[in-house]
Every structure is written in structure tokens, then in C-alpha cells.
């Protein structure tokens, strides 16, 4: 089965820091390139960053660029995303996904960040 | 970044057939082929239900079309049935600073 599991999220005061990751099985994840996209409470899906399957190449939305680092390990199937100097606006459920044909069809059941002092 | 837009609800009685748009700018539909749409319960994640304009993976009702014409795509539910009740979200590679983007979203009602 393939399957994408979110950990790492919690509660962190404003100006913290967090390390989410995505443990990848059920495919072969070293070839694969992966998405992080996020989603605040009440709104709706926000793309977060990209990156290919050797790392090589790496893409950001505007509003993390600086702040957001994602990052992939191949070798124990896990994708990362390092999020600095939180701020109230990054409160958000994450999910990884996989890319598929421009779209992405495997999802992550998703890790709650919360930003709150 | 700019998100796609779409109408923020759309209602339906059962059995009868929807649309839901989705408008971007020409960097965002033109260069590509690559609109896409899911389907998200409260509280669940993302579910792909169209890929490539109008392409369904499998194990995705055929009661689920898509197409696109120019700077707009569209989602077309058939046979409206309670379980289509969630939210739709359309997304497309685009070529702007922003690689990949989402669509505002839209709140399908069965009546």
C-alpha cells in the first residue's frame, strides 16, 4: 500500500522552530519528487514547496521563502520541512504529497502545526 | 501569489448534474496541461479526482468530468449524490514565480 505519514507538528510559540517530516512507503520514494502544501483553519489548500528526487531541484511559494527549508533523506524514504521564526500565519494542517502526472495523488493524513504564545 | 478562483459554494438537488469553474491567467492554464482537481471531507485529506484537464485515476466514479476551455477549467459532477458533498479545490502548474497553485475552493451542497 502506498502510504504517506506526517509527524512533528505541535504547539510553538511565536519565533520557533519545528521539524515536520513525511515517512514515504509502498513506492519507490528515491525516485520520486514530493510536495509539501499546507492549509490553515477554515481556508483552503496553500502549495508550500517542491522538491525533485535527488534534491537538485527545490522550489518555494513566496510567502515561506527564507523560513521554510525542505529537505529529503532517500535513503530512510523520509521527506522533511524546517520551518523557522514561526509566526501566527503558518497555524496550518501540512501534508506531503506525492506528484503524479502535474497533480498529486498520494496524500498524507497531515500534522497540525499551531503557532501560540 | 495569486490562487485560482471558483465560485465559493455551488448546490445541487440529487441526480442532477453540476459545474464548478476555475479561472486563472494565462501563465497559469495556457503553457501547461496540467489542472487538476480534488475532493476534501472536513477534517480529511485531499483525495485527486481529476488530473490533466480531464483524466480520472482509477477508482474515481465517472460522474466526475473535466475540462478546460482557455484561461478557465471546469469540474462536472453527474448524477449529484450526498456523498459529493465536500469540498473541490482545482490546481495547475503555472509558470509564474510560484511553480504550483491552488484554487480557492468551492462548497458543493446536496439539496
Known amino acids: 500500500e502506498v502510504k504517506l505519514v506526517e509527524s512533528g507538528g505541535g504547539l510553538v510559540q511565536p519565533g520557533g522552530s519545528l521539524r515536520l517530516s513525511c515517512a514515504a512507503s509502498g513506492f519507490t520514494f528515491s525516485t520520486e519528487p514530493m510536495h509539501w502544501v499546507r492549509q490553515a483553519p477554515g481556508k483552503g489548500l496553500e502549495w508550500v514547496s517542491y522538491i525533485s528526487s535527488t534534491s537538485r531541484t527545490i522550489y518555494y511559494a513566496d510567502s515561506v521563502k527564507g523560513r521554510y527549508t525542505i529537505s529529503r533523506d532517500n535513503v530512510k524514504n523520509s521527506l522533511y520541512l524546517q520551518i523557522n521564526s514561526l509566526r501566527d500565519e503558518d497555524t496550518a494542517v501540512f501534508y506531503c504529497?506525492?506528484?503524479?502526472?502535474?497533480?498529486?495523488?498520494?496524500w498524507g493524513q497531515g500534522t497540525t502545526v499551531t503557532v501560540s504564545s | 501569489q495569486s490562487a485560482l478562483t471558483q465560485p465559493a459554494s455551488v448546490s445541487g438537488s440529487p441526480g442532477q448534474s453540476i459545474t464548478i469553474s476555475c479561472s486563472g491567467t494565462?501563465?497559469?492554464?495556457?503553457?501547461?496541461?496540467?489542472v487538476s482537481w480534488y475532493q476534501q471531507y472536513p477534517g480529511k485529506a485531499p483525495k485527486l479526482m481529476i488530473y490533466?484537464?480531464?483524466n480520472r485515476p482509477s477508482g474515481v466514479s465517472n460522474r466526475f468530468s473535466g475540462s478546460k476551455s482557455g484561461n478557465t477549467a471546469s469540474l462536472t459532477i453527474s448524477g449529484l449524490q450526498a456523498e459529493d458533498e465536500a469540498e473541490y479545490y482545482c490546481s495547475s502548474y503555472s509558470s509564474s514565480s510560484t511553480p504550483f497553485v491552488f484554487g480557492t475552493g468551492t462548497k458543493v451542497t446536496v439539496l
Open positions: 494565462s501563465r497559469d492554464f495556457t503553457d501547461y496541461d496540467s
Open positions: 504529497a506525492r506528484p503524479h502526472s502535474n497533480a498529486m495523488d498520494v
Open positions: 490533466e484537464v480531464s
